[in-house]
């Protein structure tokens, strides 16, 4: 299956890139979630949780079938001049397959996760929050994941630290060839006889 992982600048933000070299203006949402829906079968769009982020997406993502969820941070980025912090994200999530019930730990909708510090690019996501999209996603290991807008390159290390998880545990005696007829009748030194 096919993942896009997109993090774009959120709408109104653009202007907080303007010094990077992929700074291109307004991201056009529309257009974005189209693509999404075109050349993906799942997908995950980071957004912000002000008034018109959400009144501009909630019509483009209703038609899609795609879910809100939360992404709520303990600790976020205080501003003196802002008497009720910003801090949660909407996060919407288009599955790429379903889910599967698991006796192992009950999906939830919202994370609770601090913001990364000193990553040197306002919303760069902590990996704990791309592991959790990829859960809500319901990626597989061996799934594609394109991430969008990378940034600092965090999405796709995440993702690499998440397929990393189903590696079995390497075999505790690699260096060993295999047992056969010939060395199993070898006596070992010292062993008994
Ligand atoms: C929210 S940041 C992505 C953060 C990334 N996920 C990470 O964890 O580091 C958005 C990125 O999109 C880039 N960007 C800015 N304007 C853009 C535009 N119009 N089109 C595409 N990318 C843009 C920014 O420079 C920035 O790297």
């Known amino acids: 299956m096919k993942i896009a992982y997109a993090d774009p600048p959120y709408i109104g933000c653009a202007h907080l890139y303007r010094d990077r070299p992929d700074y291109a203006g307004e991201v056009d949402h529309a257009a974005?979630?189209?693509?999404?829906?075109?050349?993906?079968?799942?997908?995950?769009?980071?957004?912000?949780?002000?008034?018109?982020?959400?009144?501009?997406?909630?019509?483009?993502?209703?038609?899609?079938?795609a879910r809100w969820m939360a992404w709520v941070k303990g600790f976020a980025a205080f501003k003196r001049n802002v008497p009720v912090a910003w801090a949660w994200e909407p996060v919407i999530v288009k599955p790429a397959r379903k889910p599967v019930v698991s006796k192992r730990l009950v999906l939830r909708d919202w994370l609770q996760e601090s913001i990364t510090l000193r990553r040197g690019l306002t919303g760069a996501k902590p990996e704990a929050v791309c592991h959790w999209c990829f859960e809500m996603v319901a990626a597989r290991a061996e799934d594609t994941l394109d991430d969008l807008f990378p940034g600092t390159g965090a999405v796709t290390a995440a993702w690499h630290s998440w397929q990393r998880k189903f590696t079995l545990p390497e075999d505790p005696f690699p260096a060993l060839p295999p047992l056969d007829g010939a060395r199993r009748g070898r006596s070992r030194p010292g062993g008994p006889s």
Request: zero cysteines.
């Open 32 to 65: 974005l979630i189209a693509r999404l829906e075109r050349d993906y079968d799942g997908w995950i769009l980071h957004a912000a949780a002000t008034p018109r982020s959400i009144a501009v997406l909630a019509p483009l993502v209703e038609p899609t079938g």
